[in-house]
């Protein structure tokens, strides 16, 4: 079947580390994005990338940084910057940016 | 910037109730709009969405929604709802290469 892995699906991170969150397609889109999910804020976008080695910042993107190295691939890392890093993390993609997107089932980060 | 505007964080209905949820969005030009939903442990998933023609968009489960341009309105309507749809669901509006998400309604539907 056709989808999006996150990985790991529960992640636990030391104040001052970085972590980085995996996000793999195998739908043969071009387009992946990634969200932070905190409750009652509905869905905000950090970054997002239209095409190999290419992406952009969305509306949150400070002390996060990604990479599109493989279309199959867009890993997310927080970064020791981010002051409130604990959320839940939601990897999509698309065909092309402004086509539905597809979710995948999230990664849950909490500081220790 | 685009915003989206859901009108209730929480609705409480019991089974059969007719279900209507809010939607505005900010931008006056050419959208395309999304409804998605987030069942209870699982992912988003589109419920449905319009790109043109007819402003009456059907989706899944019975869910059917109506774009008013006039109004910058997507309201998602379903005559009679169900224990299962129970959820949370995100209003979503596109503009240029990103989609800008409402902060969701929680639905319970209690049997």
């Known amino acids: 079947d056709g989808g999006i892995t996150q990985s790991p699906k529960y992640l636990f991170r030391k104040e001052g580390q970085n972590v980085t969150l995996s996000c793999e397609q195998n739908?043969?889109?071009?387009?992946m994005y990634w969200y932070r999910q905190d409750p009652g804020q509905g869905l905000r976008l950090i970054y997002y990338?239209?095409?190999?080695?290419?992406?952009q910042k969305g509306d949150i993107a400070e002390g996060y940084s990604v990479s599109r190295e493989k279309k199959e691939s867009f890993p997310l890392t927080v970064t020791s910057a981010q002051k409130n890093p604990t959320a839940f993390y939601l990897c999509?993609?698309?065909?092309?940016?402004?086509?539905?997107?597809?979710f995948g089932d999230g990664t849950r980060l909490s500081i220790l | 910037a685009q915003s989206v505007s859901q009108h209730n964080h929480h609705v409480i209905l019991s089974e059969a109730a007719s279900l209507e949820l809010g939607c505005n969005y900010s931008?006056?030009?050419?959208?395309?709009l999304f409804w998605y939903v987030q069942y209870p442990g699982q992912h988003l998933q589109l419920l449905l969405k319009?790109?043109?023609?007819?402003?009456l968009v059907k989706g899944i489960k019975g869910f059917e929604a109506e774009f008013i341009k006039s109004k910058f309105s997507f309201n998602l309507r379903k005559p009679s709802v169900q224990w299962s749809d129970t959820a949370e669901y995100f209003c979503?509006?596109?503009?240029?290469?990103?989609?800008?998400f409402g902060k969701g309604t929680m639905l319970l539907v209690s049997p």
């Open positions: 999509a993609s698309s065909q092309m940016t402004g086509e539905p997107q597809h």
């Open positions: 739908l043969n889109h071009d387009a």
């Open positions: 990338s239209q095409i190999v080695n290419d992406f």
């Open positions: 931008y006056g030009g050419t959208v395309n």
């Open positions: 319009y790109f043109s023609g007819d402003p």
């Open positions: 979503a509006v596109n503009e240029y290469s990103t989609l800008t």
